[in-house]
């Protein structure tokens, strides 16, 4: 059975249990359906052209410095202002892939301009990011284009974080970790509420999800390479200990979706819960991935668990490498940690299997 007719099943069986007080418009749904469907098909192809546009806006970034254009600063930033609003205008204009290419090139291109134009003026970099963080907050407002609101999200983010480095404020970092747990976690559970809410707030949901995903993922890294930051590992528990907590919380509402009423079958997962959560009390990263990968096989994302698993595997292996243990120790630690995940794995599947049949 194709996605239509299954969509089409679906009105039906609510039609069955709501009767004739339930009204809809199936054709405007078939619709509606059929546009996103070609926009998440042709989403590699945009991509594809936008890494292009991003290329071509690189070399003619290089032209115009040929120019001698970077002498003018103030020609930089004009025209840095001047192609991120001709940008927002085609995008926001038009919707139409070469425009969306085009659009968000000279956005790229623009963005580029403008920074290396404050530079010029000897302008402090904390101001020079919050400037570049608003431009991307205001277009985020003014524009409903997926790839410029994944964009926003992310340069966003990145400005949050850049701020934190350049002031030596390391341990903020924590705090940026807990606010995208949370807000990432909003967001995956709100999903129902949000995409029936408003229509330009469905437009911007998938962009901004998967933002916050990678915007997440930035903050963790940051705490997966030892090292890579002045960082103090004795408060890494301060990320984990929240999102185990919103981990535990993501599984009292499985436990709900998969109908477990029996306190002890809940008491026995809550419990291999923390056996399994316990050991990422002081890394983070490891949690964190985990986060993404429940939450995201909660609402079935798909790209979401694909990046989850990846991130998870990429940051055992960090962590793996960074214990100051010998081989052996690293090695009673992985099986431990292997033997409590198998057992939780074979106590979930039976229980489930229990439920099923009952």
């Known amino acids: 059975m194709g996605k239509l007719e299954d969509i089409q099943q679906h009105i039906k069986n609510i039609l069955s249990v709501e009767g004739d007080s339930f009204k809809y418009d199936e054709s405007a749904i078939l619709k509606e359906y059929e546009k996103r469907d070609g926009q998440k098909s042709s989403f590699i192809i945009k991509v594809v052209s936008i890494f292009g546009g991003i290329l071509a806006a690189i070399a003619f970034l290089g032209f115009l410095l040929i120019l001698g254009l970077y002498n003018s600063e103030s020609s930089m930033l004009l025209l840095g202002i001047g192609l991120v609003a001709v940008s927002i205008v ?26 290396i134009g404050l530079f010029s003026y000897d302008i402090n970099e904390d101001v020079i990011t919050l400037l570049v963080m608003a431009m991307a907050f205001f277009t985020l407002l003014l524009v409903k284009n997926p790839i410029l609101s994944f964009f926003s999200v992310l340069i966003n983010s990145a400005g949050i974080l850049t701020l934190i480095i350049s002031n030596d404020m390391y341990s903020l970092i924590h705090l940026y970790i807990n606010l995208h747990a949370f807000a990432l976690t909003y967001v995956f559970l709100n999903e129902s509420s949000m995409l029936t809410s408003d229509l330009k707030l469905v437009k911007l949901y998938d962009p901004v999800r998967i933002a916050l995903v990678f915007s997440l993922l930035f903050g963790l890294v940051a705490t997966a390479k030892h090292g890579l930051f002045v960082m103090s590992q004795t408060y890494f528990w301060m990320s984990s ?17 998969f109908q477990v009423t ?9 419990l291999f819960s923390a056996l399994t959560l316990l050991p990422t009390l002081f890394a983070p990263a490891i949690s964190g991935a985990l986060l993404i990968v429940l939450l995201s096989f909660r609402v079935n994302y ?29 090695s009673i630690i992985l099986f431990s940690s292997g033997l409590v ?18």
């Not at 995008?91 to 301009?113: A, E, R």
């Not at 200990?241 to 979706?257: D, F, G, P």
């Open 90 to 115: 085609l995008v926001k204009k038009f919707d139409m892939l070469i425009i969306d290419t085009f659009g968000i090139s000279l956005y790229i291109l623009g963005l580029i301009l403008f920074i």
């Open 341 to 358: 995940f198998l057992f939780f794995y074979i106590f979930l599947t039976k229980k489930l299997k229990s439920n099923e049949k009952v």
């Open 302 to 330: 798909k790209t979401g668990l694909s990046i989850g698993i990846i991130a998870l595997v990429c940051f055992v292996i960090l962590y793996y490498f960074d214990l100051n243990f010998t081989l052996l120790t690293k």
């Open 262 to 270: 029996s306190p002890q079958t809940k008491l026995w997962v809550y």
């Open 241 to 257: 200990l929240v999102i185990i907590l919103i981990l535990l919380y993501v599984v009292t509402l499985l436990l709900k979706t």
